[in-house]
């Protein structure tokens, strides 16, 4: 870790300090783990299936068919899914969007293929 601290996130206080593994702010209250703050400014890029990188409002279509948990029918190979949005999903789940006939859904990139 650097010799200086880095100003608190939640309100850019210079005032805070370390107690174990984390940091503290004085003024706001706010804690949190200096070493996950520096993971999470990095990028994260996500590839689809075939390793081709996806951006926020892309077109993919899905590669496998997919049981849907409470449909009646499934996702079918070659569904199109317009303007993707790139997310922190939960687990692998790193893709968000609207499908036709399903509604919002968060999907896992390597069951797509970027068009």
């Not at 004085?26 to 990028?43: S, Y």
Request: glycine share 6%.
């Amino acid at each position: 870790m650097p010799d200086t601290l880095p100003p608190c996130p939640e309100c850019s206080s210079q005032y805070t300090y370390e107690m174990d593994a984390l940091l503290l702010c004085p003024e706001c209250a706010h804690e949190w783990n200096a070493e996950v703050e520096e993971t999470e400014a990095a990028e994260v890029v996500i590839k689809d299936a075939v390793g081709n990188v996806l951006q926020d409002g892309d077109t993919v279509s899905i590669t496998k068919t997919m049981k849907v948990k409470g449909a009646q029918s499934a996702l079918k190979v070659g569904t199109k899914i317009r303007n993707i949005r790139l997310v922190q999903g939960s687990g692998d789940h790193d893709i968000a969007a609207k499908v036709d006939g399903f509604g919002q859904m968060e999907l896992k990139s390597s069951i797509v293929k970027k068009i």
